[in-house]
């Protein structure tokens, strides 16, 4: 089972870049996508993430997210056109469906899709040193940079304890049934165990941190100089901005 949010070794462009340029083409990425409501634009910046993902190597980690920000993208989508109303009607009948209410749900899917392809290049081409590193060079304090780093590595650890919970509940016989209310109803002999065991590895972890001291071991050794990958990817996000701009003063 191929882990999600996990760093992949590699020598990519990616990979060769130093790691405060990619916080900062995220934080740029996050912004814009934010500011933005033209789902245009947004579809072209998730374009272009893939297409850069793929150039570092992690094209195939963000193309297996695509059927679950594909189902995500649609439910948000339904939603939006169930309880907004604005613009012309397109289909009038037991559900009115509107042009704003289909544009503002298609922005919010590819506003999420976009956030979530950045911080999948970042984690993926990062090694979670070099991240911490990053993260108290530009003086984040080291409970919090410490704090990012679990974070991001109970994500992948969290899908593989929930992958083998599930496993366990099938090999016990547990049979939850079928269509949406069995799919429910499976979920809840999953996500107790799985929450209970993450609380609990949660407090070891604090106390490991403590008793080896890794709060005042923290440093930016190692990180990477800034490069031509880092000027490429300044000038990409750069490009994106510019954009941006160009349509908020065409409107």
């Known amino acids: 089972m191929q882990e999600i949010f996990q760093y992949r070794n590699g020598n990519g462009i990616l990979h060769r870049m130093n790691p405060i340029t990619k916080i900062a083409g995220v934080t740029a990425v996050v912004v814009l996508a934010v500011?933005?409501?033209?789902?245009?634009f947004l579809a072209a910046m998730t374009a272009a993430i893939l297409v850069?993902?793929?150039?570092?190597?992690?094209?195939?980690?963000?193309?297996?997210?695509?059927?679950?920000?594909?189902?995500?993208?649609?439910?948000?989508?339904?939603?939006?056109?169930?309880?907004?109303?604005?613009?012309?009607v397109i289909l009038d009948g037991p559900v009115v469906v509107t042009a704003g209410a289909v544009?503002?749900?298609?922005?919010?899917?590819?506003?999420?899709?976009a956030m979530i392809f950045a911080f999948q290049v970042l984690v993926a081409t990062t090694m979670p040193t070099a991240l911490v590193g990053a993260l108290r060079t530009l003086k984040?304090?080291?409970?919090?940079?410490?704090?990012?780093?679990?974070?991001?590595?109970?994500?992948p650890h969290l899908q593989i304890e929930g992958k083998k919970i599930q496993e366990a509940q099938a090999a016990?016989?547990?049979?939850?049934?079928?269509?949406?209310?069995?799919?429910?109803?499976?979920?809840?002999?999953?996500?107790?165990p799985l929450i209970a065991n993450a609380l609990?590895?949660?407090?070891?972890?604090?106390?490991?941190?403590?008793?080896?001291?890794?709060?005042?071991?923290?440093?930016?050794?190692?990180?990477?100089?800034?490069?031509?990958?880092?000027?490429?990817?300044?000038?990409?996000?750069s490009g994106l901005a510019v954009c941006f701009c160009a349509l908020t003063l065409i409107r």
């Open 35 to 40: 500011l933005s409501a033209d789902p245009v």
């Open 52 to 88: 850069l993902g793929i150039a570092g190597s992690v094209g195939r980690d963000l193309l297996r997210q695509v059927p679950l920000l594909a189902f995500l993208g649609g439910f948000l989508i339904l939603i939006t056109v169930l309880t907004l109303q604005i613009g012309d």
């Open 103 to 113: 544009s503002f749900g298609l922005a919010l899917a590819l506003r999420f899709c």
């Open 140 to 155: 984040f304090p080291a409970d919090y940079a410490l704090m990012a780093l679990i974070a991001l590595r109970f994500i």
């Open 172 to 192: 016990r016989g547990f049979s939850p049934g079928g269509g949406i209310g069995g799919k429910v109803r499976g979920l809840v002999p999953v996500l107790v």
């Open 200 to 237: 609990g590895k949660a407090e070891v972890i604090g106390l490991t941190i403590d008793l080896r001291g890794l709060r005042t071991r923290l440093s930016a050794s190692g990180t990477r100089t800034f490069g031509r990958p880092d000027l490429l990817l300044v000038a990409g996000i």
